[in-house]
């Protein structure tokens, strides 16, 4: 299975959401709008280019384009081998990794774009990439501008961007020429992000972190701060707010993720899959790891291009539970308790996921028709009488039509 890795802030396009319109994938924009209390649709489909290049615009489009790519492609069954997503698409990534919840994942976001644009009104910066530069070349122009600019993300083996005030930038941009960079250019963003200009925004960032629940990942995500894979929750809290202030190491965690695809217990294809607008990310996994392959989900019509790049088929439709007492047997006495619908998944408050099973091994006992939870406010009963032995589905996570979200061991 492939790599799924997502753009971050600067991928953004005016009307980047419309393809998607009439997807079914379309309800996490209306789900996000209602726990972000935002008119994310308006971003995504009518906002202009100055609209979205502000920061608490354009994270939060950005972000949510990625998540309705990434339910369009969960929809078809297909799951990476592990995650990594560039600046803001690490949340994403991170969401695709089964660590965030669906509405944490969106407040947490909202709260980071908010942050962050504070701590640019506040300190006016700029990020310009440079090509045809590696990373020593950045900093050393860097130093030689003598000022607040710093090398901010090494994207590729010779592109990189650094960021600092506009004067300061500007200047290590110009020494960069002199020392062979063959173009500079500014990105579509209203901050030095990635450096210690955006030290005022971590406080408000911690907070927000520190009232999210981090799970267990279900497959490893590499990091933007250190390009390790990372999978255990607790790990996750200090990486995003280290994040904020330090180098996105890109062509480390591109390569990182290849070398997971190629050995271990990650061993498959070199497929790298960037789910979300423009295509940025796949341009710069090329120029990182040549042999690997590359394949942008950006619209509707590339869902087909992906299932044919795996499967050698053409995709089908994804079968609709009939009601919302399904389920499928697993074993003689084990079932799986389905989704009736697309939505957010809440355990009722008696339930605790954790509890299950106890300290001897059982579960709790379930009756015929008993409350298990509900999908965006859709009921979900058990169809069976027995033991629930674990929920398969995070509260606050977004589930598929189907998916399963109970784990039962029948009398």
Known sequence: MPAFVFP?????????????????????????????????GHLLLDAGAQELTETRNAQLATFVMGLVVLDAVERLGIEPTACAGHSLGEYTALVAAGAVGFEDAVKLVSERGEAMQEAADDNPGVMLALSGADDETARIACRRADGDVWLANSNAPTECVVAGR??????????????????????????????????AAQPRLRKALEVTTFYPLAVPVVANVDALP???????????SAQLRSPVRWR???????????????DGDQLFCELGPGGPISALVRATVPQ??????????????LVTRLTGE??????????????????VSERLVIS???????????????????????????????????????????????????LLAH???????????AWLRSY
Do not use: N
Request: aromatic share 4%; hydrophobic share 35%; charged share 20%.
């Open 8 to 40: 971050g802030q600067g991928s953004q396009q005016p009307g980047m959401g419309r393809a998607w319109r009439e997807h079914p994938s379309w309800d996490v924009v209306e789900d996000a709008s209602t726990v972000a209390g935002r008119d994310i």
């Open 166 to 199: 506009p004067e300061e930038a500007e200047r290590a941009a110009s020494i960069a020429r002199e020392l062979g960079v063959t173009r500079v250019r500014p990105l579509a963003v209203s901050g030095a992000f990635h450096t210690p200009l955006m030290a």
């Open 230 to 240: 990372h999978d255990q929750p607790e790990e996750w809290a200090s990486l995003l």
């Open 252 to 266: 480390q965690s591109v390569i990182c993720l290849a070398d997971l695809m190629r050995t271990g217990e990650w």
């Open 292 to 305: 690997a392959a590359t394949l942008t989900i950006a619209e509707p019509d590339d869902l087909d291009k």
């Open 314 to 331: 053409s995709p089908e439709q994804p079968v609709a539970a009939a009601d919302g007492h399904q389920g499928e047997r697993l074993y």
């Open 340 to 390: 009736p619908c697309a939505g957010i998944f809440e355990p009722p408050p008696e339930v605790t996921p954790h509890a299950l099973p106890d300290a001897a091994g059982a579960g709790s006992p379930v009756g015929i028709g008993e409350l298990l939870g509900s999908v965006s406010g859709t009921e979900v009963r058990s169809p069976f009488a027995g033991e629930l032995m674990g």
């Open 395 to 405: 509260p606050g996570e977004r589930v598929q039509t189907g998916q399963p979200i």
